[in-house]
């Protein structure tokens, strides 16, 4: 049902993973266990896998090499098996061979690891070293907040699922507290953002300023049409809607507060969800409705319309938009020459349109 943005950036992911985590409506954000294997094994292929890489000093790319960073060597079966592991991991989906996408989707991953390397060259030039002791504090803290009592039992089992060790999400997450201290060196040499910056910006983008329309729902998810369909009829007929979530619903998150989402927008919800959910009157019921969490039917309980946003509102967070851009954009221009610096070859096949451009 959620969208979650896929971002390379580690400012923006993790801006991501703190709205995430601060929002326990499995409908709208995800189910928990989840969200917990977002936090840590993001990025685990992406983000940079030395490990698997072998070194060698070679003068041009091997036969079987995808890419070369210095005196790294990523074979095409090093990068297949990354690739394998994102899909069973997140669930994305490989491009048949014979569709335009597939080498794109190629290309995209062989930057990806190329950009991971050049990161770790410079966190060694640097000195940035993250502890063992760091990273399973981090771990620690990831596991409770994400499954609760008995928690450590569920993640082992968790890794398991999806084809991840331990070992793996430890090194994640130390390259993203590596990434994070060369993000904020590099965002930290930025201009400040003024008050002028923020009331020229306002002026900018005011029409792009506006509160889109929010819904507040009830909902129920249960494991068949059936069940959901004799659900609705009860609730059509009188029977109180958050007596019957308490009671039916599987999302455990919301049960306890009579499957109340709170007020979300479209864009949080699942496009068959939210199709449904911002076509209902309010107070009026909708569903059954498939998502991947189950059959749903729910409640309209009120309605904000879309609206104008004053100066007064946006001023802070646009100071804060200003900034994050200033950074990401300090951020792409030094990956950029980075990247101009190293020395990177790609095979044929793996070969990005541009080079030297920091990933999308």
């Not at 580690?10 to 989840?34: E, F, K, Q």
């Not at 995808?66 to 669930?91: Q, S």
């Not at 409705?289 to 749903?296: F, S």
Request: hydrophobic residues 40%; positive net charge; aromatic residues 6%.
């Amino acid at each position: 049902m959620p969208k979650p943005p896929v971002s390379t950036w580690v400012r923006h992911t993790a801006a991501w993973i703190r709205r995430v985590a601060a929002n326990g409506h499995a409908l709208i954000l995800g189910r928990r266990r989840r969200r917990v294997v977002t936090m840590v094994v993001v990025a685990v292929l992406l983000a940079g896998a030395t490990s698997a890489i072998a070194y060698d000093r070679v003068t041009g790319l091997p036969d079987d090499a995808a890419l070369r960073v210095g005196d790294a060597v990523v074979t095409e079966t090093e990068l297949e098996e990354r690739i394998d592991a994102l899909i069973a991991l997140y669930g994305i989906q490989r491009p048949s061979e014979d569709s335009e996408r597939a080498g794109e989707f190629r290309r995209h991953a062989a930057k990806a690891v190329a950009v991971s390397i050049v990161l770790d060259e410079v966190a060694r030039e640097k000195g940035i070293v993250i502890s063992d002791k760091a990273a399973r504090d981090r771990l620690a803290e990831l596991i409770e907040s994400g499954f609760g009592k008995g928690g450590r039992d569920k993640f082992v089992d968790l890794l398991g699922q999806v084809g991840a060790s331990e070992r793996e999400v430890l090194a994640e997450i130390k390259r993203q507290r590596v990434s994070s201290r060369l993000l904020r060196d590099v965002g930290s040499k930025v201009a400040d953002v003024t008050d002028k910056d923020v009331r020229a910006a306002f002026t900018e983008r005011e029409d792009e300023l506006v509160a889109p329309e929010q819904r507040r729902l009830r909902n129920i998810v249960v494991s068949t049409k059936a069940k959901a369909k004799r659900l609705l009829d009860r609730a059509k007929a009188g029977a109180d809607f958050p007596a019957l979530a308490r009671k039916h619903s599987l999302d455990g998150s919301t049960s306890g507060d009579g499957g109340d989402l709170g007020f979300v927008t479209r864009e949080q919800l699942e496009k068959s969800y939210a199709k449904a959910a911002f076509r209902t009157d309010k107070r009026a019921y909708f569903g059954p409705v498939r998502t991947e969490h189950g059959w749903n039917v729910g409640q309209v309980v009120g309605i904000r319309n879309e609206r104008q946003l004053g100066f007064a509102e946006v001023k802070d967070t646009l100071r804060e938009r200003l900034r994050s851009e200033r950074e990401l954009k300090a951020w792409h221009d030094w990956l950029t020459k980075k990247l101009r610096e190293a020395d990177v070859e790609y095979a044929d096949m793996y070969r990005p349109r541009d080079p030297v451009a920091p990933p999308e």
